[in-house]
């Protein structure tokens, strides 16, 4: 799989945004807690027509591989498997408790798939993986991601933070409903923003559910 030019050239500090001033570091209790960067590199198959952007990834005591969505009781490759196999366990070792992680990236990338997380360094204010209990130090220049992919259509967000943190990136004044989508324009370009319900399971809709509303998004790629 070819790196796109983003992860080669353009992004040489991954995720400091063109306008960060006010994330900067500042002598406050928080400063207490660590600050932990990003664990992935950007995935931007070639020929990425859409990009799902979470918040960022949980503390890797709760991996169960080395990728995007890792927790084992995650749900977003069930909702893949759902919807573009008719099978949640399409992309799961329930015998291990982890993924299909070759066929994932495979799959994604046959797809034009590419996946990162709408910040780039955060501290954790408490021990868990909620989006509530994150502060981003450093958003990702997801501008910058944009202008990298030529052939890209639309942009979904997987989160309330991660919705809010792109709708002010590129001034977004609606927020669309879960399940739906806004246009937008960006340097001549008209892109969709499309909203989905988190795949995580503290989100209180059942997979199939999820898998219906994302498979809405997904028929777009047929």
Not at 119 to 148: C, G, H, I, Y
């Amino acid at each position: 799989m070819k790196e796109s030019k983003f992860q080669n050239e353009q992004f040489k500090i991954a995720g400091v945004a063109e306008n960060n001033s006010k994330f900067k570091i500042q002598n406050s209790k928080f400063n207490m807690c660590s600050i932990e960067r990003h664990p992935f590199k950007p995935f931007l198959p070639e020929g990425c027509r859409l990009l799902m952007l979470g918040s960022f990834p949980p503390a890797e005591k709760r991996w169960s591989m080395h990728f995007y969505y890792p927790n084992f009781t995650n749900d977003m490759w069930r909702i893949f498997g759902l919807c573009f196999f008719a099978d949640k366990l399409h992309f799961v070792d329930v015998e291990h408790k982890t993924f299909h992680l070759d066929e994932i990236i495979e799959f994604l990338t046959a797809k034009g798939i590419g996946m990162y997380d709408t910040a780039t360094a955060v501290r954790r204010l408490k021990n868990t993986a909620a989006d509530k209990d994150l502060e981003v130090v450093e958003p990702t220049d997801l501008k910058a991601m944009v202008r990298s992919l030529p052939c890209l259509e639309a942009i979904v967000t997987t989160g309330q933070k991660a919705t809010d943190v792109l709708r002010e990136c590129f001034d977004i004044k609606d927020e669309p409903r879960v399940g739906e989508y806004v246009e937008f324009e960006f340097e001549g370009r008209m892109l969709r923003l499309w909203r989905m319900p988190s795949s995580s399971r503290a989100y209180p809709l059942k997979v199939e559910k999820k898998a219906e509303l994302y498979g809405r998004l997904f028929a777009t790629l047929q």
